[in-house]
T-cell receptor, first 113, second 112 residues
């Protein structure tokens, strides 16, 4: 049973470009979470999704950031017109229905030049 | 903010010693969890303690929870060099859905 998969593992973008981060949850997991981690800091909640529904996006910036978890395919975190402050590690986690235990992917490290 | 706080921020011990990390939170919780993160990797779940539990054990790990003080501690006994990592507490709260709120973490270094 493969764990949570994220790609790419590393992503370099220039200011103003778009970044697309992908997350495939563990098999059988219906919930996906995105977190952001700045160097030497803890994880900051961004968004919580179920298939085709955003449950909680209270941690996501109102502008430039969006997330989806379609019926088929991976969850996508999209950052438009990236700025240097978006440089961080972005972690995806998944859980089965009814569980509070999160299974994390290896993260995508975004660097904005 | 419900963000938890952990102390110490960094801890350095010798192999074989015990390591204790503390976590405090601000509002009532459903559950509290501890996660471990090796450098450059994702987080791995270690242990979950429910709000009506006071202590839980898993191998060399012992977690305590004091809801009156809104605090928890993680004890790692007989530490090994391989325990070197960052340790985070995470809480889920009433009326907050399933999201976890993470603390800032304690960076543990175990010297051989």
């Amino acid at each position: 049973n493969a764990g949570v998969m994220q790609n790419p593992r590393h992503l370099v973008r220039r200011r103003g470009q778009e970044a697309r981060l992908r997350c495939s949850p563990m098999k059988g997991h219906s919930h996906v979470y995105w977190y952001r981690q700045l160097p030497e800091e803890g994880l900051k909640f961004m968004v919580y999704l179920q298939k085709e529904n955003i449950i909680d996006e209270s941690g996501m910036p109102k502008e430039r950031f969006s997330a989806e978890f379609p019926k088929e395919g991976p969850s996508i975190l999209r950052i438009q017109q990236v700025v240097r402050g978006d440089s961080a590690a972005y972690f995806c986690a998944s859980s089965p229905l009814g569980s509070f235990i999160l299974h994390f992917g290896p993260g995508t490290r975004l660097l904005v030049l | 903010s419900q963000q938890g706080e952990e102390d110490p921020q960094a801890l350095s011990i010798q192999e074989g010693e015990n390591a204790t990390m503390n976590c405090s939170y601000k509002t009532s919780i459903n559950n509290l969890q501890w996660y471990r993160q090796n450098s450059g990797r994702g987080l791995v779940h270690l242990i979950l303690i429910r709000s009506n539990e006071r202590e839980k054990h898993s191998g060399r790990l012992r977690v305590t929870l004091d809801t009156s003080k809104k605090s928890s501690s993680l004890l790692i006994t007989a530490s090994r060099a391989a325990d070197t990592a960052s340790y985070f507490c995470a809480t889920d709260h009433y009326n907050q859905g399933g999201k976890l709120i993470f603390g800032q973490g304690t960076e543990l270094s175990v010297k051989p």
